[in-house]
T-cell receptor, first 113, second 112 residues
Framework: DGGITQSPKYLFRKEGQNVTLSCEQNLNHDAMYWYRQDPGQGLRLIYYSQIVNDFQKGDIAEGYSVSREKKESFPLTVTSAQKNPTAFYLC????????????FGNGTRLTVT | GENVEQHPSTLSVQEGDSAVIKCTYSDSASNYFPWYKQELGKRPQLIIDIRSNVGEKKDQRIAVTLNKTAKHFSLHITETQPEDSAVYFCAAKGGGGNKLTFGTGTQLKVEL
């Protein structure tokens, strides 16, 4: 919906396992982002990428990794080093123009037990 | 980096009343300020945005004001309706890059 697809909607993992969240967009946007949403804390930026094969750490990158091999795809791996991985993860994209709004996917709710 | 503070965290109004949500930002170079609405279980969606060369912008029942000197901006919703009930997020983009920093959100409840 809206050109950005996140899968799966719900994901369950055991502690100590790495898990990869998928994000695909067909909007031909150059920039892609990963945010984490926790109750009362708003949206916090994990990683972002403004061009293929390049990405930058956001405010809470520890315990996460990303890749940007294709313009359409920006998968996020939550590693076992992330201390509190249970959260709602939102992927977004935007044209790489100044002051362009973000378009969000529907999110993936990750639960780690 | 940019820091955005948002108040109040919760807001209850009667249907038909106005609602105001306020945000402050820290980076004086910030030049883009969008507002997003997130309904329960859904993705955030842009409802209005304003750029630093404009002091006010209006779209039907929604308006945003920006005070660059004081580094704050506000969302105004008039004639509130039950469907306005949602979480609202403000955000600011700093002078460098295309990275948005979000406020912590306001849960708006419009009561009948």
């Amino acid at each position: 919906d809206g050109g950005i697809t996140q899968s799966p909607k719900y994901l369950f993992r055991k502690e100590g396992q790495n898990v990869t969240l998928s994000c695909e967009q067909n909007l031909n946007h150059d920039a892609m982002y990963w945010y984490r949403q926790d109750p009362g804390q708003g949206l916090r930026l994990i990683y972002y990428s403004q061009i293929v094969n390049d990405f930058q750490k956001g405010d809470i990158a520890e315990g996460y990794s990303v890749s940007r091999e294709k313009k359409e795809s920006f998968p996020l791996t939550v590693t076992s080093a992330q201390k509190n991985p249970t959260a709602f993860y939102l992927c977004a994209s935007s044209p790489d123009r100044a002051n362009s709004p973000l378009h969000f996917g529907n999110g993936t709710r990750l639960t780690v037990t | 980096g940019e820091n955005v503070e948002q108040h109040p965290s919760t807001l209850s109004v009667q249907e038909g009343d106005s609602a105001v949500i306020k945000c402050t930002y820290s980076d004086s170079a910030s030049n883009y300020f969008p507002w997003y609405k997130q309904e329960l279980g859904k993705r955030p969606q842009l409802i209005i945005d304003i750029r630093s060369n404009v002091g006010e912008k209006k779209d039907q029942r929604i308006a945003v004001t920006l005070n660059k000197t004081a580094k704050h901006f506000s969302l105004h919703i008039t004639e509130t309706q039950p469907e306005d009930s949602a979480v609202y997020f403000c955000a600011a983009k700093g002078g460098g890059g295309n990275k948005l920093t979000f406020g912590t959100g306001t849960q708006l409840k419009v009561e009948l």
